[in-house]
Structures are given as C-alpha cells and as structure tokens.
C-alpha cells in the first residue's frame, strides 16, 4: 500500500461497521471543527460528512497553540447509536460525546475524570459493560489503563488497572480492545509516531489479563526499510460486511534526500487482516487504491462552509454579503492532499490586509501577503521571518501556491527538496508572476515538529477580506 485511503493530514484512524457502511474518524489537533468524520461503502472511497466537535461546548476555544487539542479519537457503534471517545490535550481525562448520526448533531461531552492520558478507546464485555482503556499518564498508573465505565455519565466503576505495556518498544499508546472468538485482543502503536513506528498485539482470556504478546509482534512495521511509506502505526481493525478483516493505519510518504522529509503530515492507509492460529497477519496489498483527483473550486455559494474547512483554535469566523464574498475576520484552511498541488484564491482586501499561506503552524508557513497596494512573498522559518519580493497590486488580487516536484541535484542527481514552493501573483493578463520558489523542507514535520501537517488558506492580518473563490487542483 503506497496509496493513502484518505491522504493529506488525517492520522490516527479509527474506524467501526454498521451494517454494510464504514464510518472513520480522524484527530484534528488545534484544528476547529474538530475530529472529521468519513463514510464509505469499499472501504478505499470515503466521504467526508462532518466533524464530532463543531461547538464552543463541545470543544471550548483556545489560542490554536501548535499540536494542542484533540487527540486521537476512538469512533464506536452500539445500541444505535455512534461514540467518540477522545482526547482534548488542555484539559484532563477523557470526553465521550454520541449521535445517532455520525454526519451530526453530536452530544455535549461528557467527561471522564481521574483518567489523564491520550488515545481512548471504548469496548463493550459480553454483559454489556463498557470499558475505557487508554494510554495513562498519571503517575501511579503509567502504561495502557483500562476500567469500566458508564458511558452515559462518565462514572468509573471500578479501580482502574494496567494490561500490557507492550513489547518493550519506546511510547506504547492507541490502544484497542476487541473480542474475537472469546479471546480480548488488545492492539497497541509501539515505537513512537516517527520512523520506528509499529502495530504489536497480545491476547488475553479475561479483559483484565494477563495478555500473552503475538510470537510475530510486530504486526506490522516499516522501520528499517526503504518502503516509500513510512512511520506506519497507530492502526484499528474492523470485522468488514463479509466477515473478512482489514486494518486502517497511519503512515507518512517522505521525500527528498535523507533524513527525508514528510510535509502533509500523518495519512490514512487501509490494509487486509487474515486470523492465522488465532492472531491478525496484515495483507498490506490486499485493497488496491488508485490515486485520486482531490481537484475542488469553493465559490462560497452558500452561507455554509463545507467541511472541508477548519481554523486554528476555533471554528472559522465567516459572514456573506452575497454568493461569493465570504467575509473572513480571522484563518480559513484546508488540507493539502497531495504530494503536487496548485491553489489559487480571488482575493478582496480593500478593507484590511490578509495572507494567503501554506502552513505546518504559526512559526513555519510561506505565504503572499495582500494590504490593498502591494502583494509581499514570506517565508517563515522559526524565527527567521523573511519577506522576500514585494510587487504592487490593487485590492483585488488573485494568488497562487504551488507545490512542484523539485529537479534533480547533487552529484548522484537526487532530488534533495521533497517538493517546491512556488509564490505567485496571477495578473489580467493571466501571467504569473513568480515572485519566489523555495525549498519545500522547511515546511515539514522534520523540521517544524509535531503531529499535524500542510494546511493551504487565507489567514487575515488586520481588518477583514472577502474572499471570492478558493481553488485547488491535484497536480502542479
């Protein structure tokens, strides 16, 4: 599998059946709305219908620090009815909220106190008892916690106990219960979410242990290989409509020369499951997916986002003056989905001055920034903040990122640069004018850290702006 199921920043899959449909939830960090929400029928398209966290009650505005927020989710189904079970990273313990239609409305929250840590999951015994496990992080009880709770308010049940902390790999998290012909299998991400990421598991009689390790632990890795995906984890397995298994994962697809650099952050994967002697072997080449055109043109018809659009901290803060002026007084993104793209956006700036970026956070983006008189390249490099090339322009411009495949260099004619960034302004006569391309690199998890991706959009500096039209085209 070199082929993301759902490509661009998406990591830490979870996903559940419901009949002969798959739904598939997402983290979203310091993301708003947050923790998207997928269907698919094959298991290789999937349909993006909502976020689990739309709210101010929900998911409580901050200041959109970097690589803050929802962590990774958990999605379930029970009774009629679709969990969450997450992870706000500013605020202790877990959250549960429900719907009886993952496209929304979800619930207000409903917290779990006492349980301080990340990834939960939720999992139903035989009586109906439902379990939270996750990765603890108080101090008395470091490792992969589990205790039975009640769902519905929150309250633990019982005295929270540890299961298997793994094979002995760095960072043992993302776990998942499952009950499989009356074994509990309990999967586990191993080795940190960088290079020396893996999938173990262990199986125990009874839901509380002692869990034995698979004797071909680690399901599935790719560390010390030369796949063209990489950091392979985090993974959830489903049982499909057909009584077959398969697996959703993360992985990232790096370029450039080595250490190599990923720069759209953390992808979902989708992989077969064969039970062999009563543990998962992975089929990683059983589902074929074939790449896809993420090609869109958003011309604001509607006084409704679609939601494919998010903002650092809180929802996006947006007003309509008429079908396609989209007043925006604060970011508006989207994902970059794909190894080459090009975005163009029709700008109006006549009452503020605004920028249209390529963004990993706040302190590593590349941008053209408009104020109604000139058009100004950018590059943020930490604390390096450079404007390169200012050009006039009038208030009403349109602007062009692209992201190109870099040509080859160096004495073994490699391609150093997993891509370049091209900044433009596009002018009446349709020419573009270039006013600088810069090496990709500096826009990557390798180099910014953390846990999210490239976002593409209008951040506003003063004022507001109208934006016209938003496009995106797969390929550069």
Not at 70 to 82: K, N, Q
Not at 149 to 159: Q, R, S
Not at 257 to 267: A, C, I, S
Not at 293 to 320: K, Y
Request: with cysteine; glycine share 10%.
């Amino acid at each position: 599998m070199t082929v993301p199921i759902v490509p661009g920043f998406h990591p830490d899959p979870s996903i559940c059946r419901v009949g002969d449909t798959y739904y598939l939830a997402n983290s979203s960090f310091e993301y708003v709305p947050g923790v998207p929400i997928r269907r698919s029928t094959d298991l290789v398209t999937w349909e993006l219908v909502g976020h689990a966290l739309t709210r101010p009650s929900q998911l409580p505005p901050s200041e959109g620090a970097a690589n803050t927020g929802i962590y990774a989710p958990t999605l379930r189904h029970r009774d009629g009815l679709f969990y969450v079970v997450t992870t706000n990273i500013l605020h202790p313990g877990q959250l549960i909220v429900t719907a009886e239609d993952p496209a929304g409305p979800w619930s207000d929250p409903v917290p779990v106190p006492g349980c301080d840590g990340i990834d939960p999951d939720l999992c139903w015994d035989d009586a109906g008892v439902c379990h939270l496990t996750w990765a603890s992080f108080r101090p008395d009880l470091r490792g992969i916690a589990s205790v039975p709770i009640d769902p519905a308010t929150g309250a633990t049940l019982a005295e929270p106990r540890l299961l298997w902390n793994g094979t002995g790999l760095a960072a043992p998290e993302g776990p998942h219960l499952y009950r499989v012909d009356g074994w509990w299998y309990l999967l586990l991400a191993e080795g940190g979410t960088e290079r020396g990421h893996a999938i173990t598991i262990a199986r125990a009689r009874a839901v509380e242990g002692p869990y034995e390790p698979a004797p071909a632990n680690p399901i599935l890795t790719h560390r010390s290989t030369t796949h063209p995906v990489q950091n392979t984890g985090h993974g959830d397995l489903v049982e499909c409509a057909d009584g077959s298994w398969a697996l959703v994962y993360l992985g990232v697809r790096p370029r450039g020369k080595t250490p190599q650099f990923h720069v759209n952050g953390r992808e979902t994967f989708l992989a077969g499951v064969d039970w062999v002697a009563g543990w998962p072997v992975v089929d990683e080449d059983r589902f074929p997916v074939a790449p896809a055109d993420h090609s869109f043109t958003d011309t604001f018809p509607a006084a409704e986002l679609h939601p494919r659009w998010v903002a650092p901290g809180a929802a996006p803060r947006t007003d309509w003056t008429g079908p396609g002026e989209l007043v925006l007084t604060r970011a508006l993104l989207t994902r970059a989905l794909d190894e080459h793209w090009t975005a163009v956006a029709r700008l109006d700036v006549s009452r503020g001055t605004a920028a249209f970026v390529v963004r990993i956070d706040e302190r590593h983006w590349y941008g053209l920034t408009a104020d109604g008189a000139t058009v100004t390249a950018t590059v943020a490099i930490g604390p390096a903040v450079h404007p390169v090339t200012t050009v006039a322009a009038g208030p009403v411009v349109s602007l062009r990122i692209r992201a190109l495949e870099p040509p080859p260099s160096g004495p073994f004619r490699e391609a150093a640069e997993p891509d370049l960034v091209e900044l433009s302004v596009l002018r009446e006569d349709d020419r573009a004018e270039v006013l600088g391309t810069f090496d990709g690199r500096y826009l990557s998890t390798e180099v910014a850290a953390g846990f999210t991706g490239r976002m593409i959009g209008v951040e506003v500096r003063d004022g507001s702006a109208v934006l016209h039209e938003f496009g995106y085209s797969t390929g550069s």
